[in-house]
């Protein structure tokens, strides 16, 4: 017997099939929103300062000792100086019980105590005078030259200017903030104009010196490399950073990606180790790639908190132990072949959680 399809039931089941499919691209959309809201540097790339202001979660394993110095920690205290700037000596005066005058007693020996504290900060204003003499014989007036770093009639010496770059490069103390410093410490207070032109007389002498780092971070058997978002006048630039265990390059520019990489002259040409974040950029690059482990941690631990996909949780445990047991040195070698097998065991079950997505007209 042949059953005669109902109209209403194919569209009935055509409507279901539609809301489940615009369910479906919901539950979606509300685990990206989801995943979105709550990420942050500790779960991703985001950049510390777009966090919210709470406590960050820690990638230290807990030992179980109290906060503080450890028992085999050799602790530093303030010694006694051999040779003191300024000996006062502390004599003993009046008169003993018994009614001894102790001005006629002789020193048996004496017990010292030291101070150590920063003189009194102070302008001290130094004033050339050169000599002006006229011929006699043909009336040329001839004076005195003065020395090269003397250059106005009245100008802040060289350690002035050496401190101000120093707070304001070192320790990113903007320039007002710098003048107040320095008046507060010395009654000096250097414009905003006398301090930048104290920054690009140091960028000019260090281009020499600029110039052996590139060079010297070439030949480096592994570098890092990473980027972060810096506002110059108030538009978003970039504060680049290439580095070893000894040296460290900053660059600013106005580009994030290949334009920047070229304009430092260091990474095009680098043929070593480049440990970074998976830019793209870095990519295009001819060096070697490994990814930063505090990036993987990071990603990881944003899959397994908060996209529930407990390989990620596995993986970032398993990554953490094997780091604190080489840093302890207590990994053996049947240890560490038992994570690299346990590592691509995991990455498998990433794969297989994550399939790659069917590309799609139009979008990247």
């Excluded at 005058?101 to 102070?122: F, I, K, N, S």
């Excluded at 070593?272 to 998976?278: E, F, P, Q, S, T």
Aim: proline fraction near 7%.
């Amino acid at each position: 017997m042949n059953e005669t399809p109902c109209p209403n039931c194919e569209r009935l089941e055509a409507r279901i099939r539609e809301l489940e499919e615009q369910i479906a691209a919901l539950l979606k959309r509300l685990q990206e929103l989801e995943g979105r809201q709550a990420k942050t540097s500790h779960t991703s790339n985001q950049p510390p300062s777009q966090d919210k202001p709470w406590q960050p979660k820690s990638e230290r394993q807990k030992t179980g000792r109290s906060s503080g110095a450890q028992p085999d920690h050799p602790g530093t205290t303030l010694k006694m100086s051999a040779h003191p700037d300024h000996t006062v000596h502390l004599p003993v005066t009046g008169h003993c019980g018994c009614g001894q005058v102790w001005g006629d007693v002789p020193v048996e020996t004496q017990v010292t105590r030291q101070v150590h504290d920063l003189p009194a900060w102070q302008l001290q204003v130094t004033e050339y005078r050169a000599d002006v003499k006229i011929c006699p014989g043909c009336h040329h007036r001839q004076r005195a030259p003065f020395p090269t770093h003397v250059t106005g009639q009245v100008q802040y010496g060289q350690q002035v200017h050496a401190l101000t770059v120093y707070l304001n490069v070192a320790h990113f103390v903007p320039l007002e903030r710098t003048s107040e410093i320095l008046q507060a410490l010395c009654r000096a207070r250097p414009s905003d104009g006398t301090i930048a032109l104290n920054l690009n007389l140091a960028a000019d002498r260090l281009q020499d010196f600029e110039s052996h780092l590139r060079t010297a971070l070439t030949q480096q058997p592994v570098l890092h490399a990473d980027e972060t978002g810096s506002r110059v006048n108030g538009k978003l630039q970039w504060m680049h950073v290439v580095s070893c265990a000894q040296l460290t390059f900053y660059g600013q520019h106005a580009r994030r990606g290949r334009a920047a990489l070229e304009d430092m002259k260091i990474l095009p040409k680098y043929k070593g180790i480049l440990v970074h974040d998976a830019w793209s950029s870095y990519f295009k690059l001819p060096a070697q790639h490994a990814l930063c482990g505090a990036h993987l941690l990071r990603e990881l631990r944003g899959l397994a908190e908060h996209h529930g996909q407990v390989w990620a949780g596995d993986l970032r445990e398993a990554l953490r132990t094997v780091y604190h047991e080489l840093k302890a040195g207590t990994l053996s070698p049947e240890a560490r072949t038992a994570f690299e097998r346990r590592f691509d065991e995991l990455l498998e079950e990433g794969l297989l959680a994550n399939p790659a997505a069917p590309p799609v007209p139009g979008r990247r």
